[in-house]
């Protein structure tokens, strides 16, 4: 399973884009870039997920380098309900979630 | 998106005991579905991964005997804590997936305290 590297924590001003970086240099060509978040003691929530191209939904941005080897989750306009631990996941062929340590974002009023 | 549902979402038991927690998928089918175990500040640890009509798959350093998982029909799945003891109190979460290669989405998470 591809295994990815995130900064354990991040702050944002309320209001501001809030940009959280994925490392995943051994994914494979086939394998999606899953992010989801938690807030304190509830389950997991998806927000979007990408192969090659950007994504965009409702909630967040998804860049993709050209290569592959990282992406970026952007939070357009951050809230405070926004606060939480964002997880990059790597969707291997075993199609297991595998959670790695994520990032606590917290926004900043 | 779609809507996982988990029950309980406390339970208390006595040592030696044994809990079950139910899994269910409200408007979709579940083909598969995850079992993860997360201690406080930690992050997801999968525990197992189960599909509909067939033994589960444990993770390694998982007890099958003492976390027993049934996944009878595409909506449902339980975990059942078989002689629960002090250190099975954690947080546990269910996720449940359509078809392979999509989002998962999760339930809300049972958080279980044996005394």
């Known amino acids: 399973d591809a295994k990815t590297t995130q900064p354990p924590s991040m702050d944002c001003a309320e209001g501001r884009a809030a940009n959280l970086p994925c490392n995943h240099s051994?994914?494979?060509?086939?394998?999606?870039v899953y992010w989801y978040r938690q807030i304190h003691s509830q389950g997991p929530q998806y927000i979007i997920h990408?192969?090659?191209n950007n994504e965009t939904n409702e909630m967040a941005s998804l860049i993709i380098t050209e290569d592959r080897k990282s992406s970026t989750l952007i939070l357009p306009h951050a809230t405070l309900r926004d606060t939480a631990v964002y997880y990059c996941?790597?969707?291997?062929?075993?199609?297991?979630?595998?959670f790695g340590t994520g990032t606590r974002l917290k926004v900043l009023a | 998106g779609a809507v996982v549902s988990q029950h309980p979402s406390r339970v208390i038991c006595k040592s030696g005991t044994s809990v079950k927690i139910e899994c269910r998928s409200l408007?979709?089918?579940?083909?598969?579905m995850f079992w993860y175990r997360q201690f406080p500040k930690q992050s997801l640890m999968l525990m197992a991964t189960?599909?509909?009509?067939?033994?589960?798959?444990?993770e390694q350093g998982v007890e099958k005997d003492k976390f027993l998982i049934n996944h009878a029909s595409l909506t449902l799945s339980t975990l059942t804590v078989t002689s629960a003891h002090p250190e099975d109190s954690s947080f546990y979460i269910c996720?449940?997936?359509?078809?392979?290669?999509?989002?998962?989405?999760f339930g809300q998470g049972t958080r279980l305290t044996v005394v």
């Open positions: 996941i790597v969707l291997s062929g075993t199609y297991k979630y595998i």
């Open positions: 996720s449940a997936q359509g078809q392979l290669n999509t989002e998962a989405f």
């Open positions: 408007d979709f089918q579940a083909t598969t």
């Open positions: 189960s599909n509909e009509g067939s033994k589960a798959t444990y």
């Open positions: 990408g192969l090659k």
């Open positions: 051994t994914i494979s060509g086939n394998e999606y």
